[in-house]
Nanobody, 128 residues
Framework: QVQVVESGGGLVQAGGSLRLSCRAS????????MAWFRQFPGKEREGVSC????????YYAYSVKGRFTISRDNAKNTLYLQMNSLKPEDTAMYYC?????????????????????WGQGTQVTVSS
């Protein structure tokens, strides 16, 4: 019943930009904190950014701070990730997640992921 669908991935040159979108349905969107994760081949999924239900609090992995911006439009049930100054090491599958038990990003948002609703992922490839 809950559906989370990412879009906007693709191939971009180093230094370029992409904007990812995530549309959620089957849930009351503004009850949920939302987050972006990414997964490199052969590695565990890692947290990229998190945003609380209202959009007033945001959190970023150190590796993307200052380059990526997370935002949400609750009227459209949509989460965004604006990615600027992309680097080859940003190449990964990017996943959208709804933190289904909370409207807030706790200190463990990036590791306590067992209750998340997940999207199918969208591939981001950054060429050097």
């Amino acid at each position: 019943q809950v559906q989370v669908v990412e879009s906007g991935g693709g191939l971009v040159q180093a230094g370029g930009s992409l904007r990812l979108s995530c549309r959620a349905s089957g849930l009351t969107f503004d009850n949920y904190a939302m987050a972006w994760f990414r997964q490199f081949p052969g590695k565990e999924r890692e947290g990229v950014s998190c945003i609380n239900w209202s959009g007033l609090s945001t959190y970023y992995a150190y590796s993307v701070k200052g380059r990526f911006t997370i935002s949400r439009d609750n009227a459209k049930n949509t989460l965004y990730l604006q990615m600027n100054s992309l680097k080859p090491e940003d190449t990964a599958m990017y996943y959208c997640a709804a933190l289904r038990l909370t409207g807030y990003c706790s200190g463990t948002w990036a590791t306590a992921t067992e209750n998340n609703y997940w999207g199918q992922g969208t591939q981001v490839t950054v060429s050097s």
